[in-house]
């Protein structure tokens, strides 16, 4: 039996999100803070606020999980968040001449914010409906969201990217449930605020390599395991 999908918890989530973000971006309340890490976290504030005020005003069971299904919360955490901050702040020692911990903390930390809202609550909450609809609502709410609605090519370019990695990123998210793995993937562009050269495509294209052969091994093994349990 299909659950059914509380309109009014999503509208409440992305109410709550919509309005930390205008006030983020689109007014000067965070100018006077000087710390720019905490500035990038509070602009990836809303949809984890908005999840959360959703799970409790209509008593919706909170399920998301650091983990998901993996043994425990170590393995998501080396493999999608300790890996590529490794790769990452070696690309940036050699090209910089040094290692950006505190951005990659937040840049990873922003990721699971953002994570909690579009994966943790939304895609949960639109898991009764075909791949392609969710992937359709939870894009185009994720797109608005961002508040950059101009019709330009650039923008329309930035809609194609955003549906895209709402597939992939859902797809992870339902094989493994962790939102270490979907907020590592996520962060994964942000890593690079000054723009994408060939060494960061080439960084991006085996971190995504690694990830996806990660999750299909892991799904496989789950699966094989399972069965040996139901003989």
């Known amino acids: 039996m299909k659950s059914k999908i509380n ?10 999100a919509l309005i930390c973000r205008y006030l983020a971006v689109k007014t000067n309340l965070l100018a006077g803070i000087e710390n720019g890490y905490i500035v990038i976290l509070l602009r990836g504030v809303g949809p984890a606020l908005g999840a959360f005020a959703a799970f409790k005003i209509f008593s919706i069971k909170n399920g998301m ?9 170590l393995i998501p955490f080396a493999v999608y968040w300790l890996l590529p901050a490794f790769l990452i702040a070696g690309v940036y020692y050699f090209t910089a001449g ?8 937040t840049v990873l930390v922003y990721g699971l914010l953002e994570e909690i809202g579009w994966r943790g609550f939304l895609q949960e909450e639109l898991k009764s409906l075909p791949v392609f609809t969710s992937t359709l609502i939870i894009g185009l709410m994720w797109f608005l969201w961002h508040l950059n609605i101009d019709m330009t090519t650039s923008n329309m370019v930035f809609l194609g990217i955003i549906f895209f990695g709402t597939w992939g990123i859902g797809k992870i998210y339902s094989k493994t449930a962790s939102l270490l793995a979907v907020a590592g993937v996520h962060s994964l562009n942000n890593f690079f605020r000054e723009g994408l050269h060939d060494t960061e495509l080439i960084l991006i294209v085996v971190l995504l390599v690694i990830w996806i052969a990660f999750v299909i091994f892991y799904d496989r093994k789950k699966k094989t395991v399972l069965a040996q349990e139901a003989v």
Do not use: C, D, E, Q
């Not at 040094?98 to 903390?105: A, I, N, R, T, Y």
């Open 7 to 16: 309109f009014k918890a999503i509208a409440v989530y992305y109410i709550i």
């Open 65 to 73: 999980s650091l983990k998901g299904f993996y043994k425990n919360t």
């Open 98 to 105: 040094k290692f950006p911990v505190l951005l990659m903390f």
